[in-house]
């Protein structure tokens, strides 16, 4: 979902004239993002409002939740008699800005070929008028995010080890330290 204060600025940049590349460039946005801004409806009144709910009302709530939306939910059934979902709540306060976000744990600074990372993940491929499963393996560089991908019908030790062949062919080489994230046939076999 697209926060509503990218959407005023490119409704705004819209009104004065700007073209949809001068849009997308200047907010970083593809230009099929700026379209789909551009074509939806503005709404006519805050989200809370349409309820009969003010923003002074929401603040109040939450500040008395101690932050805690799904206790706003309750106080809004008990007090409203209003049920609404969880993530419009959350919406709505994000957007009402009160909260923010959580700060960054940490950083993570990779020097040019110091880690690499290994990943598998089961996706639904349509193939004809079939959908089937199939693994997906890839192998992403830390620091450049050069990326090696493939899918497999199922991914055994076997094909594992292929695969790492494959992508070093590719990457034209290793590095020291390989991260495997949620790939047990490499782990439980001990070729790893």
Excluded at 19 to 26: F, N, P, Q, V
Excluded at 52 to 60: E, M, P, T, V
Excluded at 86 to 97: D, H, I, N, Q
């Amino acid at each position: 979902m697209i926060p509503s204060h990218i959407r005023d600025a490119v409704q705004t940049l819209r009104a004065q004239g700007c073209g949809l590349r001068d849009i997308s460039r200047a907010l970083k946005l593809s230009r099929n993002s700026v379209r789909r801004i551009l074509r939806a409806p503005l709404p006519a009144e805050p989200p809370p409002a349409q309820y009969g709910l003010s923003l002074a009302y929401l603040k109040s709530a939450f500040e008395r939740a101690q932050g805690n939306v799904a206790r706003v939910q309750q106080l809004l059934q008990a007090e409203y008699d209003l049920s609404v979902s969880y993530s419009t709540l959350t919406r709505w306060v994000r957007e009402a800005g009160l909260r923010s976000p959580p700060p960054r744990a940490g950083e993570y600074c990779f020097g040019p070929g110091e880690e690499m990372q290994h990943d598998t993940s089961p996706h639904r491929v349509p193939l004809g008028e079939r959908i089937l499963t199939a693994q997906c393996a890839g192998l992403v560089l830390a620091y450049s995010r050069r990326l090696f991908v493939q899918y497999y019908p199922r991914f055994s030790r076997f094909e594992a080890k292929q695969f790492l062949l494959e992508a070093a062919r590719f990457m034209d080489g290793v590095c020291p330290v390989c991260l495997i994230d949620n790939t047990s046939a490499v782990l439980a076999g001990g070729a790893g």
